[in-house]
């Protein structure tokens, strides 16, 4: 018989009342009375008191006294329900096992009650994971990307997976990382933009969620080297058409979370963003004159730092809310200008408060009006040859965002750093664990 059918879970106790049962965990605390040593063992459900009696005899009173936290055990025991005991339940072991020692000091808690810097945290990731919130953050993440598929495989798209080696900018600029590929020079790809729409002009609505890549030498609390894309495109769309679809999907990931992980946000103390409201959507100009009014100098073009999101997060109230209309010189170079105005891109943010999540719009379909973008933006039509062949070959009007999982995650947690919602984070001073 393998472990697996042999095993209860902490969570399962309840439920095993009368009956001997097989534990396996590890050691969260030792407890020794003049009566009784309880040690409580934590598995991937919960936790669960183990009661030995002492009896002034050698055996697993010995044992359990010289456990320590961390420790990888194995109790096989009677289940029977307890007044004294906090969960109510405990385990009357008979036999108690050490499957392996856990070397100490302890390079952190691990029991949550002591407060400790993030970067002792992530030098010891995955022993940091142990502790409850660590467990609950990224119990959270699980629901909320299967709540995304569950979410896009409903309304129609089919998630695809693209390349993370390019030849050049899939969306300009410089913070690429260089790749040396069978002596080549090629790049990390800072976003799945040009594969997804090229997949739009034959799957018509596609989805991706995985890494990229950005180069960026930032040391902010919403940064990462390595993060997590969230993406659409969708063929025969507008910018309307995809801001709708960001908006369902954030009202159906915030009612997912709540419905499933409310122990995990009792653990972390948080309250999830009201969601039961239409999302503002303010154009670049309204936003801008919300801030002038604020006393910022700003001009129409100008761009909005940290300081001038925070005002306007206050202002909104901390609704999740619309910017569009940018500036199209604000924009990558593939993004449709309107036919009102050429100087207004057909593009917008999805922000939170303070704090911009996601990005999208219409996209450039006809070749003409794309090498026209390129132009603007100094690249070489050359490095696009492969995309502008799929223009020139029957491109549909198309629409799509790009959305920063890990972003999100602060939302969807309370947490203020989005290391603290990544489970090995990559930035500029850190490569490891």
Same mark, same amino acid.
């Given at each position: 018989?393998?472990? /697996?059918?042999?095993?209860?879970?902490?969570?399962e106790l309840?439920k095993?009342?009368?009956?001997?049962?097989?534990?396996f965990?590890?050691?969260?605390?030792v407890r020794?009375?003049?009566?009784?040593?309880?040690?409580?063992?934590?598995? #991937?459900?919960g936790?669960?008191?183990?009661?030995?009696?002492?009896?002034?005899? $050698?055996g697993?009173?010995?044992v359990?006294?010289a456990l320590?936290?961390e420790?990888?055990? /194995?109790?096989?025991g009677?289940v029977v329900r307890?007044?004294?005991?906090k969960?109510?339940y405990?385990?009357?072991?008979e036999e108690?096992?050490?499957?392996?020692r856990?070397?100490?000091p302890?390079?952190?808690?691990?029991s949550? $009650?002591?407060d400790?810097?993030?970067?002792?945290?992530?030098?010891?990731r995955?022993?940091?994971?142990?502790?409850?919130?660590?467990?609950a953050?990224?119990?959270?993440?699980?629901?909320?990307?299967r709540?995304?598929?569950?979410f896009?495989?409903?309304?129609g798209?089919?998630?695809?997976?693209?390349?993370?080696?390019i030849?050049?900018?899939?969306?300009?600029?410089?913070?690429?990382?260089?790749?040396?590929?069978?002596?080549?020079?090629?790049?990390?790809?800072q976003?799945?933009?040009?594969y997804k729409e090229?997949?739009?002009?034959?799957?018509?609505?596609?989805?991706?969620i995985g890494?990229?890549?950005?180069a960026?030498?930032?040391?902010?609390?919403? $940064?990462l080297?390595?993060?997590?894309?969230?993406?659409i495109e969708?063929?025969?769309?507008?910018?309307?058409?995809?801001?709708?679809?960001?908006?369902?999907?954030i009202?159906?990931?915030?009612?997912?979370?709540?419905?499933?992980?409310w122990r995990?946000?009792?653990?972390?103390? $948080?309250?999830l963003?009201?969601?039961?409201?239409?999302?503002?959507?303010?154009?670049?100009?309204?936003?801008?004159?919300?801030?002038r009014?604020?006393?910022?100098?700003?001009?129409?073009?100008?761009d909005?730092?940290?300081?001038?999101?925070?005002t306007l997060?206050?202002?909104m109230s901390?609704?999740?809310?619309f910017?569009?209309?940018?500036?199209?010189?604000?924009?990558?170079?593939?993004?449709?200008?309107?036919?009102?105005?050429? #100087?207004v891109a057909?593009?917008f943010d999805?922000?939170?408060?303070w704090?911009?999540?996601a990005s999208?719009?219409e996209r450039?379909?006809?070749?003409?009006?794309f090498?026209?973008?390129?132009? #603007?933006a100094g690249l070489?039509p050359?490095?696009?040859?492969?995309?502008?062949?799929?223009?020139?070959h029957?491109?549909?009007?198309?629409a799509?965002?790009g959305?920063?999982?890990?972003r999100l995650?602060?939302?969807?947690t309370?947490?203020?750093?989005?290391?603290?919602?990544?489970l090995?984070?990559?930035?500029?001073?850190?490569?490891?664990?």
């Amino acid at each position: 018989m393998g472990l /697996r059918s042999r095993r209860t879970l902490a969570a399962e106790l309840p439920k095993k009342v009368g009956e001997f049962v097989e534990l396996f965990g590890w050691v969260q605390n030792v407890r020794v009375t003049a009566r009784f040593v309880f040690v409580v063992i934590r598995d #991937r459900s919960g936790v669960a008191q183990v009661t030995v009696r002492r009896t002034g005899s $050698h055996g697993l009173e010995d044992v359990a006294k010289a456990l320590r936290r961390e420790d990888v055990v /194995r109790v096989k025991g009677l289940v029977v329900r307890s007044k004294i005991a906090k969960l109510g339940y405990e385990v009357l072991p008979e036999e108690i096992e050490v499957l392996n020692r856990s070397k100490h000091p302890l390079p952190l808690d691990t029991s949550g $009650h002591v407060d400790m810097e993030l970067n002792v945290c992530l030098d010891s990731r995955a022993i940091c994971l142990r502790r409850p919130e660590y467990q609950a953050v990224f119990k959270i993440a699980s629901t909320a990307l299967r709540a995304m598929r569950d979410f896009f495989t409903s309304n129609g798209y089919l998630e695809v997976i693209t390349s993370r080696i390019i030849a050049c900018a899939s969306e300009g600029g410089a913070d690429l990382f260089e790749v040396n590929y069978f002596d080549r020079k090629v790049f990390l790809a800072q976003s799945p933009q040009l594969y997804k729409e090229m997949l739009a002009g034959a799957f018509e609505k596609v989805f991706e969620i995985g890494l990229f890549y950005r180069a960026e030498k930032s040391r902010t609390t919403y $940064h990462l080297a390595e993060f997590v894309s969230v993406d659409i495109e969708e063929a025969f769309a507008s910018m309307d058409d995809v801001m709708d679809t960001l908006e369902g999907l954030i009202k159906h990931v915030v009612k997912t979370v709540g419905e499933e992980n409310w122990r995990e946000l009792e653990t972390l103390e $948080h309250t999830l963003p009201q969601v039961e409201y239409r999302f503002p959507r303010l154009t670049y100009t309204e936003a801008l004159e919300m801030l002038r009014k604020e006393g910022y100098g700003l001009e129409w073009g100008d761009d909005f730092g940290a300081e001038e999101m925070r005002t306007l997060g206050r202002l909104m109230s901390g609704k999740f809310y619309f910017i569009v209309d940018w500036p199209l010189a604000s924009k990558p170079f593939y993004t449709m200008p309107s036919p009102e105005n050429p #100087r207004v891109a057909r593009a917008f943010d999805l922000n939170y408060e303070w704090l911009e999540l996601a990005s999208g719009g219409e996209r450039i379909y006809k070749p003409e009006v794309f090498l026209e973008g390129l132009r #603007r933006a100094g690249l070489n039509p050359e490095d696009f040859r492969p995309f502008i062949h799929v223009l020139e070959h029957g491109m549909p009007p198309h629409a799509g965002f790009g959305l920063g999982f890990s972003r999100l995650m602060m939302v969807l947690t309370g947490m203020k750093n989005i290391r603290q919602v990544t489970l090995f984070p990559r930035d500029v001073d850190r490569v490891t664990p």
